[in-house]
């Protein structure tokens, strides 16, 4: 089952039983995909319908191929490289992962046991078992660290240190970062150093949902907004980010000029 936009806007669910050919349109098409849906907190219980989807919000998707292109692109992956991904979603990601790497090399964490149980069902159907941990992806995988690459296939306005720590030397992280930094919601490739410290730049726009405890505030997203407004509509790719045991820093072109 997938959920589908209606024509006033809400997430109704649709089975490919009930329509095949449309299901199949939607799956095969190069955008993202609903593939689950619960209540709006900020609406009364007894507002919201999932047979409708009214008062219905996303909380797990498919991303769009080309967007899961663009963060394998950024992880410059090689043959027998270690690799933890962070939100396993419907498992399409990882299935890619462990052809590229190889099976045995690729562990995925998800928030949602419920998805981590189809996910792990999904690829052990295609020959692809890949080791799925119900979990928060916010603290990692220490039992399969070091890793050579972590990919978040969901967006942090803050890159929790729990991943530095877990990434050998020279390796990288791979994160979409929240719109508190820019408003296109830019793509950060973030390479580990000797010191413990993770560096790197931002390479362009790539939206995902949210880590499930790092929902950016209206007000966290339009003070970043006006930050970037005053600095003239900068592009993406010239901000970076800096991530130590005491925090990140957020910088624009040099990691000696600052952001907010």
């Not at 296109?184 to 949210?210: E, H, I, N």
């Not at 003239?232 to 010239?238: F, K, L, N, Q």
């Not at 991530?243 to 072109?253: A, C, E, K, N, Y």
């Amino acid at each position: 089952m997938i959920f589908v936009r209606d024509e006033v806007g809400r997430l109704v669910p649709l089975h490919r039983s009930d329509d095949p050919e449309q299901w199949r349109e939607q799956v095969e098409a190069d955008g993202p995909i609903v593939t689950r849906v619960e209540p709006d907190p900020f609406l009364p219980a007894g507002v919201c319908d999932p047979a409708t989807g009214k008062g219905m919000i996303s909380t797990g998707s498919s991303s769009a191929p080309f967007i899961m292109a663009r963060l394998i692109e950024a992880m410059e992956l090689e043959a027998g490289m270690r690799i933890l991904e962070i939100g396993t979603g419907t498992g399409y990601n990882a299935a890619v992962l462990a052809r590229l790497v190889g099976t045995g090399n690729v562990i995925s964490v998800e928030i949602d046991p419920v998805a981590a149980a189809l996910a792990r069902e999904a690829l052990k159907s295609v020959g692809l078992p890949v080791k799925v941990v119900a979990g928060d992806g916010e603290a990692g995988y220490p039992p399969g660290a070091p890793y050579e690459r972590i990919i978040a296939t969901a967006s942090a306005h803050t890159v929790p240190y729990a991943w530095v720590r877990q990434v050998r030397p020279g390796g990288l992280i791979v994160v979409p970062l929240a719109p508190t930094v820019h408003p296109d919601w830019p793509l950060a490739a973030l390479r580990v150093r000797d010191d413990g410290t993770a560096q790197g730049r931002c390479v362009g726009p790539s939206p995902f949902m949210p880590l499930r405890a790092q929902r950016a505030s209206a007000r966290s997203v339009q003070d970043a907004e006006e930050r970037w407004e005053a600095a003239g509509r900068p592009e993406p790719t010239r901000y970076g980010i800096t991530v130590t045991p005491g925090g990140q820093h957020i910088w624009l072109d040099s990691p000696g000029n600052p952001v907010g």
